[in-house]
T-cell receptor, first 116, second 114 residues
Framework: GAGVSQSPSNKVTEKGKDVELRCDPI?????LYWYRQSLGQGLEFLIY????????KSGLPSDRFSAERTGGSVSTLTIQRTQQEDSAVYLC??????????????FGPGTRLTVL | GNSVTQMEGPVTLSEEAFLTINCTYT??????LFWYVQYPGEGLQLLLK?????DKGSNKGFEATYRKETTSFHLEKGSVQVSDSAVYFC?????????????FGKGTLLTVNP
């Protein structure tokens, strides 16, 4: 079956512009996660959704970052007034349920964001 | 809070060499432990997992044993192949509120030469 998909695969933007990153989770997965992968920083948790609700936004680095999920499916991560330090690979993952102990997360290929 | 520490790379080995990538963790509860792998140009994939102390996870010749006494989950493979070249991430899943959250290590780049 189809895995997690993300678009665009690459995004180059100018400092100060807004960007939107999209994630399509695996059908039937109720939990969706956003991570940021920077060189030397590993995987940094940003936010997760259970259904359309976001119980934990603790990883969002600033109020320029926001995310929403509609219909329990597609999610959009928005970064306003991008800065050069926002350059990273943004990964999306989904899992069956966030309250399941094994919580195997399936990852998408990521969106590489470059802020000039 | 929870944290995962894994050996820094890069690690470069010859084909058929023995591999160990060390991983230790700090957690307040009783986490499940995972190894994820990221092959070049691909997304992360679950390699193996262990859900309680003394469990051994295994897949594709890789193994890791959940050691509660040493809070470790070291990844091993007896004979690596060129196709094992990838970035390996150790992770733990622990409960926060009513949901589980994954905490990852920084990743270890493995390069296997023919």
């Amino acid at each position: 079956g189809a895995g997690v998909s993300q678009s665009p695969s690459n995004k180059v933007t100018e400092k100060g512009k807004d960007v939107e990153l999209r994630c399509d989770p695996i059908s039937g997965h109720t939990a969706l996660y956003w991570y940021r992968q920077s060189l030397g920083q590993g995987l940094e948790f940003l936010i997760y959704f259970q259904g359309n609700s976001a119980p934990d936004k603790s990883g969002l680095p600033s109020d320029r970052f926001s995310a929403e999920r509609t219909g329990g499916s597609v999610s959009t991560l928005t970064i306003q007034r991008t800065q050069q330090e926002d350059s990273a690979v943004y990964l999306c993952a989904s899992s069956l349920r966030a309250d399941y102990i094994y919580n195997e997360q399936f990852f998408g290929p990521g969106t590489r964001l470059t802020v000039l | 809070g929870n944290s995962v520490t894994q050996m820094e790379g890069p690690v470069t080995l010859s084909e058929e060499a023995f591999l160990t990538i060390n991983c230790t963790y700090t957690a307040t509860g009783y986490p499940s432990l995972f190894w994820y792998v990221q092959y070049p140009g691909e997304g992360l994939q679950l390699l193996l997992k262990a859900t309680k102390a003394d469990d051994k996870g295994s897949n594709k010749g890789f193994e890791a044993t959940y050691r509660k006494e040493t809070t470790s989950f070291h990844l091993e493979k007896g004979s690596v192949q060129v196709s094992d070249s990838a970035v390996y991430f150790c992770a733990l899943s622990d409960i926060k509120g009513s949901n589980y959250k994954l905490t990852f290590g920084k990743g270890t780049l493995l390069t296997v030469n023919p």
